[in-house]
């Protein structure tokens, strides 16, 4: 495993024993989709249009690109997701 995967399964693991004190996110596909509105992705209404987005995130996020939105993908798609509205307001606050 390289130490970039490694990080991830150690972030993973932390971030699930520190983080989600709300309602943790669902794989569902109008969840996945809101989360990648958060980017500024729009992901089109056919399945493979989502499958493919979420390739797309895995392989950037150095995990298994299998178009599968598993627990991995979810968690760290709604991390980034709240990081991404988090600079959106302060953006707008300015």
């Known amino acids: 495993m390289t130490a970039r995967g490694m990080l991830t399964v150690v972030g993973t693991a932390v971030g ?20 990648f509105a958060d980017f500024g992705v729009q992901v089109g209404p056919a399945p493979a249009d989502l499958a493919e987005a979420v390739r797309a995130v895995q392989s950037r996020l150095g995990l298994e690109a299998d178009g599968e939105a598993g627990p991995e993908t979810v968690h760290l798609l709604a991390r980034y997701a709240a990081e991404a509205r988090a600079l ?3 953006r707008d606050a300015a």
């Open 16 to 35: 699930g024993l520190i983080g989600w004190s709300d309602t943790r996110p669902t794989a569902d596909p109008e969840s996945l989709r809101s989360l």
């Open 88 to 90: 959106t307001a302060f």
